[in-house]
């Protein structure tokens, strides 16, 4: 009989997160688990690596369960690389992150944490998987996504994801009615309008808060965001090869 | 006679950093400068924003010049966001991030808080270079990369950068001979094994540094790795739109 696969789990919500906790049981009914999470949230940290200080990383055990648990002090691409070449005996077959509590569909991967530590373990040559829901409250439903992602990692772990490509899952949030279903999309063409909330602090300096308004322009029906709005989980390949190829031709009309 | 244009001009390793200072300098030359950098080193932050916390942007003059310059608490994504959406009257013509103290080629990419400015400015709509050179040292000699930096922009506000597309552009770091030219490059194919530096702090806490190896298994000669090897400047167009196009077909295969 073939061994369990090892499966490498993280996130970028933290250790403690219900959305980490809920993947870790799916996880351990598949193979066997090692988790390395971030000790704190690190929602936005985008693909953030830490240079210039150190990394404390400690043995711990947040829930009960078969899975043995780290907790990192770095970011969530922290987590995956100290996990891969520090601490696990040998590269796992399969990395999954989140479920992250918001969405990162669309543009929101290149801001994501979660997207980011999937993307780490596929440089460095594991299949992984991003899972996010698009509700960011704490107590969010993780429940009813746990059958489609053990699905989709066993049917992972069975067909192989494509070389140098990680799945980008996101899940709809239904007030009613149920899943439709799941989707292969693309990235849909969105971006966030900013909005600064400036304020004036106790001692009279200004600051700002960060805020905004999602656009989508987007209205292909192949896209990530119309996947969930229509209430099916969207499944989009992401890449590490930035290279945009379709326009090297144009650039070498240029007179440089 | 046409107005000049405005250009915004950002960087990762902080405001006070002379990447950035020559940066400034051949921009003037070009525009209206408006300076919006890190208040400090921001290296390896990668496309992190701050959506937990506050943000400080002060008006301040760091060396002479006509630009006007803010010191930002945040990351490169976020200086660019304030700068965009809040600080300027109109939309930028030009974006440039940089000079980095370092190298950008290749997957350092995916890490770069230098290329992420840049990449933001081109979510935003707006046409962004990001510069790098490849030594990390403080005093490093930027003076012969100005005439490049110069011919590169013009070309860019001249051209047009295709829609959707930023430059990452890399210098290569010369001890005796000259810069043999410029080339449009793809990304290589490598990436970073890391080697963790395990020590024991004051109070018998273990704790990690992050270091590793960079390899490059990429044979190709359009590359941007071969090109700074053999003394070019690499130009890679790079795009957000993260979606593998190429594997679409082969996930509609998966049975979910």
């Known amino acids: 009989m073939k061994t369990k696969p090892l499966i490498l789990v993280t996130n970028d919500d933290g250790i403690t997160a219900p959305g980490l906790r809920s993947l870790i049981e799916v996880m351990n009914e598949i193979g066997e688990v090692v988790v390395v999470a971030p000790d704190s949230p690190q929602s936005g940290m985008g693909h953030a690596i830490t240079i210039n200080s150190t990394l404390y990383c400690d043995k711990?055990?947040?829930?009960?369960?078969?899975?043995?648990?780290?907790?990192?002090?770095?970011?969530?691409?922290?987590?995956?690389?100290?996990?891969?070449?520090?601490?696990?005996?040998?590269?796992?077959?399969?990395?999954?992150s989140g479920i992250n509590h918001g969405s990162n569909s669309s543009i929101n991967v290149i801001y994501s944490g979660t997207m980011s530590a999937a993307i780490e373990a596929g440089i460095e040559g594991v299949p992984a998987i991003g899972f996010s829901l698009l509700d960011f409250k704490w107590n969010a439903n993780f429940k009813p996504l746990k059958e489609y992602?053990?699905?989709?990692?066993?049917?992972?772990l069975k067909k192989g994801i494509p070389k140098d490509v990680v799945?980008?899952?996101?899940?709809?949030?239904?007030?009613?009615?149920?899943?439709?279903?799941?989707?292969?999309?693309?990235?849909?063409?969105?971006?966030?309008?900013?909005?600064?909330d400036k304020r004036t602090n106790p001692m009279g300096r200004e600051y700002y808060w960060l805020t905004g308004t999602f656009i989508n322009e987007d209205k292909g029906e192949d896209t990530d965001e119309w996947a969930l709005n229509k209430g099916y989980i969207s499944i989009v390949p992401t890449q590490f090869d930035l290279t945009a190829h379709h326009s090297l031709q144009q650039l070498n009309t240029w007179s440089l």
């Open 60 to 96: 711990i055990k947040v829930t009960d369960g078969p899975q043995l648990e780290y907790s990192c002090s770095g970011t969530p691409a922290d987590c995956v690389k100290l996990a891969i070449n520090e601490l696990l005996d040998k590269k796992p077959d399969l990395c999954v």
């Open 149 to 156: 992602i053990k699905k989709i990692s066993l049917e992972a």
């Open 167 to 196: 799945l980008n899952v996101n899940f709809p949030l239904l007030k009613n009615g149920k899943i439709k279903g799941m989707k292969i999309c693309r990235q849909a063409r969105a971006y966030w309008v900013e909005e600064f």
